[in-house]
């Protein structure tokens, strides 16, 4: 069945770009999700198989959070997607338990690589997590009392049934001397199953079994078992500790002597056996008698088993035949293996069976406990076909790896290594790996000499070579590919030197040319230095300029007042004023763009009725209008509601109105108009003033070339204001353009998102 993957990423093109990848690589999508809340209604609602989720999501909820609440109710794969690797952020992601790692940009393999081995591993845990369950349910379903110890004889596990055979709770068993929970009756015993020194018979044989003794257990009840020892070892054969198979014959006992009065007591105990138990004539074949679980098992009824022989029970009986040959030949020996069995209906089952003869009333029989283990078989299928499609996955890596001898010839290569290279696989095999072929390089571009290859100083040295980076020749695409090359030599016990060598490169031309990128911005940020140096030394003349014309103006003030007629001491604070307002303006400005260069300006987002913004800037500035018989028109429309900072569009309105009343001529007239598009609308300042050439409006929004002209009555400015509502306009994701004509006038038009929400 397909896969299907819920992509959560706040960035709509990266989540479209990684919804149309996984669904070429075969995957659904159950959903795409830009913040936690809604990837949480998403993953409650569709059905999902992994999660790839951005670590740095917006809103109230984060990435790591979001990993945190699914956590509780699942343990579904988890990828987190990031463009960050701060030690910080990953420590805290990996409490979350995710999958793996991918850094924004994606490598499509990697990608791909990562969520199938993150599936893998899923499922992979999923039936390791399934297999732990079934072993805890059959040990604790055993009737049998199982107690282990570590190799000092403390008892490490205990399962239910030893509760009740020894009378005590596993937790007051559990960390305690074997032996001073099991006791014995005869003390002779006692001494030879004590293990209070696993040590002292690491040497002894490793089963022991002790048919019917009497345990006191600690309810100081005398119990019939039958208690067998079988000691741990590790691969490399040291003492892990010891197992213990105590089993309550009471039952048996009971049952012995129930047998011995009644056959049908007898058979209501192989009934209640949970295993498939089957009887045979020996002779003839023909089954005399079976349980209750065989019958489940095959779909025969009593009465049909008894009309049936071995031969039609058994798939591939020649095998089976040879099996109970192989008994006679052991002298009734236990036999243990497997077979395929016939069912009802025609369909096959795997068991495993445990056979032995005996003599039943004269008459010799061969007895079969046989279990279903068709479904293990099935699982173990599964588990053969995960590790074949894991190797497929290893073939088809990004990296390339190649296996070379001891003479330095390549044995074997992946895909990977042939793409890089630009070679075919038979191309690959046999060629060496220092070849100069390959036109070897150094960072600086020099020759690589074959000796100084690193496969073979690894084979010559034994030593590894790790993230060597080296430029290589690709045959197909005619062009170098920068690699960052890694060798293990594998030098064999008791010898000196390599027998092999295991090469793995990766490529890193895309990240080179990054570091080439990197470099141009370099230049591009000296440019923009000097840009900015430019824009004080022009900041400083126009706050300069003004202030020796206020000095002027106040000091002749100061010292001729008394001269000065009304008329012209009016006149003298009028200019003060106008130079005033113009100081204002400029450094109003200019704290404007300082805070948005130096990244301290806080967007407010809010919803915002843009008639009523303009119309406040308007009256803001009807004075200096009036003062020019400037006539303004707010065709704005009512009642749009927008979405924007009111700073940003209170600056933007106050300079583009100021501008225009600046360069139109008396008597002119100013409009404010809108028009629609999609989710955004256009406002445009229109003015029919002195206009532009085409020279003068490619330089507006430039800060290294000075583009402030005088007014239609001598107003002065710096150019700076255009420059500032560009970079505010660009901040609420608008974007800005103007129209001019020399002699007709301008317009200066910008766009802001329209608030749709009904």
Request: some cysteine; charged content about 25%; glycine content about 6%.
């Amino acid at each position: 069945m397909q896969k299907k993957i819920l992509i959560v990423e706040d960035e709509p093109i990266i989540a479209l770009e990684l919804s149309e990848r996984l669904q070429q690589y075969g995957y659904l999508i159950s959903g795409i999700a830009s913040n936690g809340l809604e990837a949480r209604k998403k993953f409650k609602e569709n059905t999902t198989d992994l999660i790839l989720l951005d670590i740095s999501l917006k809103g109230d909820i984060n990435g790591i959070e979001l990993a945190e609440i699914i956590r509780q109710t699942s343990d579904i794969p988890i990828i987190y997607i990031t463009a960050f690797s701060d030690q910080a952020t990953l420590a805290k992601a990996k409490l979350t338990q995710p999958s793996g790692f991918l850094l924004k940009p994606f490598n499509q393999r990697e990608l791909e690589t990562t969520i199938e081995i993150s599936l893998y591993k899923y499922e992979m845990e999923k039936k390791i997590k399934e297999n732990e369950r079934w072993l805890n349910y059959t040990l604790n379903g055993i009737g049998d009392a199982i107690i282990t110890t570590d190799k000092s004889g403390i008892i490490n596990f205990a399962n239910s049934s030893a509760e009740q055979i020894i009378g005590l709770h596993k937790e007051k068993m559990i960390g305690n001397p074997v032996d001073s929970i099991i006791k014995f009756h005869d003390a002779v015993l006692q001494l030879s199953l004590s293990n209070t020194s696993l040590f002292e018979i690491s040497n002894e044989p490793e089963n022991y079994t002790f048919s019917e003794t009497v345990l006191i257990n600690h309810q100081n009840e005398n119990i019939f078992i039958e208690f067998k020892t079988k000691l741990l070892r590790d691969d490399f054969g040291n003492l892990t500790g010891c197992v213990f198979v105590i089993r309550d014959l009471t039952a048996k006992k009971i049952i012995q002597a129930a047998l011995n009065k009644s056959e049908e007591r007898y058979k209501a105990v192989i009934e209640q056996i949970s295993e498939g138990i089957i009887i045979y004539d020996f002779k003839t074949k023909k089954v005399i008698e079976s349980n209750n679980a065989y019958r489940k098992m095959t779909g025969y009824t009593e009465e049909e088993l008894l009309d049936l022989t071995v031969k039609e029970l058994v798939y591939g009986i020649d095998n089976f035949i040879e099996d109970l040959d192989l008994i006679l030949e052991k002298e009734r020996q236990l036999h243990v293996g497997e077979r395929i069995d016939k069912r009802k209906d025609g369909s096959l089952l795997v068991v495993e069976i445990t056979s032995n003869l005996f003599e039943l009333d004269g008459l010799e029989v061969l007895v079969v406990v046989v279990r279903d283990i068709t479904e293990r078989k099935k699982a173990e299928e599964v588990i053969r076909a995960s590790e074949e499609k894991l190797r497929t996955l290893f073939d088809t890596m990004a990296q390339g790896v190649i296996y070379q001898d001891a003479s330095g010839s390549v044995v074997s290569a992946n895909q990977a290594a042939c793409k890089i290279l630009g070679v075919s696989i038979k191309d690959l095999l046999g060629s060496y790996g220092a070849s100069s072929k390959w036109k070897s390089i150094h960072e600086d571009g020099s020759l690589l000499n074959i000796d100084d290859h690193p496969s073979n100083i690894a084979l010559k040295t034994g030593k590894q070579i790790i993230g060597k980076t080296m430029g290589v020749f690709n045959q197909i695409e005619q062009k170098y590919k920068w690699i960052t090359v890694s060798c293990i030599p594998y030098i064999k016990p008791d010898e000196e030197y390599p027998s092999s060598v295991y090469t793995t490169f990766t490529d890193i031309t895309d990240l080179k040319n990054s570091e080439e990128a990197l470099k141009k911005y370099g230049e591009e940020l000296k440019h923009m230095i000097a840009t900015k140096d430019r824009f004080f030394s022009i900041v400083a003349h126009d706050l300069k300029s003004p202030f020796l014309g206020l000095l002027g103006f106040t000091s002749a003030l100061h010292e001729d007042y008394d001269q000065f007629e009304t008329a012209q001491i009016k006149r003298y604070i009028g200019n003060i004023n106008k130079a005033t307002r113009n100081i204002y303006s400029l450094i109003q400005n200019l704290l404007e763009w300082s805070r948005l260069q130096t990244n301290k300006f806080d967007l407010n987002i809010a919803e915002i009725d843009l008639f009523q913004i303009a119309e406040y800037s308007i009256n803001l500035l009807s004075s200096n209008a009036a003062s020019k018989e400037i006539k303004i028109k707010n065709l704005l429309p009512h009642s749009e509601i927008i979405l924007a900072d009111e700073r940003i569009l209170d600056s933007v309105f106050s300079n583009l109105i100021s501008n225009a009343i600046k360069f139109s001529k008396r008597g002119d007239e100013i409009t404010l108009s809108a028009s629609y598009s999609n989710d955004f609308i256009e406002i445009c300042v229109t003015d029919n003033g002195i206009g532009m050439d085409e020279e003068r409006l490619n330089e507006l929004f430039r800060l290294d070339v000075t583009v402030s002209s005088r007014g239609t009555e001598g107003e002065v400015g710096t150019g700076l204001g255009l420059v500032l509502c560009n970079e505010l306009i660009e901040k609420l994701n608008g974007r800005m353009r103007v129209e001019s004509k020399p002699g007709i006038g301008s317009k200066f038009c910008f766009t802001v998102q329209r608030n749709l929400i009904v």
